[in-house]
């Protein structure tokens, strides 16, 4: 079955490190998302790629870094440098990134999320 | 700033009975919206969309309404069953762009026996 893979599930972290998500897909889609929930808030978007090698900037990427060096990855890092990190992340894919009719290239695949906790 | 807000937080209805979460929107420029489900410890699944060209569009026991005068978009779902149970997000986005997106804080919906 084709879908978005994301591990660990769980993960806990001591201050002051560096950790990173996986994200996999194999269902060929050219753009890939970041995504960061928090309690009683909406997705907030970290960073996008809409194709290998490249990247942009979320609404609040700050303390987070990406590569997409294959079509099927698209790793998150959390840095340090993120002052709050404990969050649910939430990596998705799409066909595309520009709007074309219904239930198209706008549709967004989640994976079943990654919860980050920092002790 | 622009944003995408429900009205209510938590919706709690009887298992066979029709339910209706409601969103309001502000960016004027959104021209397409999305209704996600995420059940709980899980990932968003997508449910049903629709353009600014429409009104109304029907799934499978679901139905959404956009108003666009107002502002307002509304899921409808009939005769709700416990696997309903849920968070609904709204999403829009102008001009179609998945990278736009901007998602709703969620509305809990709860199925009650």
């Known amino acids: 079955d084709g879908g978005i893979t994301q591990s660990p599930k769980y993960l806990f972290r001591k201050e002051g490190q560096n950790v990173t998500l996986s994200c996999e897909q194999n269902l060929n889609h050219d753009a890939m998302y970041w995504y960061r929930q928090d309690p009683g808030q909406g997705l907030r978007l970290i960073y996008y790629?809409?194709?290998?090698?490249?990247?942009q900037k979320g609404d609040i990427a700050e303390g987070y870094s990406v590569s997409r060096e294959k079509k099927e990855s698209f790793p998150l890092t959390v840095t340090s440098a993120q002052k709050n990190p404990t969050a649910f992340y939430l990596c998705?894919?799409?066909?595309?990134?520009?709007?074309?009719?219904?239930?198209?290239?706008?549709?967004?695949?989640f994976g079943a999320g990654s919860r980050l906790t920092v002790l | 700033g622009e944003s995408v807000g429900l009205h209510l937080p938590t919706l709690s209805v009887q298992e066979g009975d029709n339910s209706i979460i409601n969103c309001a929107y502000s960016?004027?420029?959104?021209?397409?919206f999305i209704w996600y489900k995420q059940e709980s410890g899980k990932g968003p699944q997508f449910i049903i969309d629709i353009r600014s060209n429409m009104d109304k569009r029907q799934g499978q026991r679901v139905t959404v309404l956009l108003n666009k005068t107002v502002k307002h978009l509304s899921l409808q779902i009939a005769a709700t069953q416990p696997g309903d149970s849920a968070v609904y997000f709204c999403a829009e986005t102008p001009g179609g762009g998945a990278d736009g997106l901007t998602f709703g804080k969620g509305t809990h919906l709860i199925i009650q026996p």
């Open positions: 998705a894919s799409s066909r595309g990134l520009a709007g074309v009719g219904l239930g198209g290239a706008n549709v967004l695949t």
């Open positions: 790629s809409q194709i290998v090698n490249d990247f």
């Open positions: 960016n004027s420029a959104s021209d397409y």
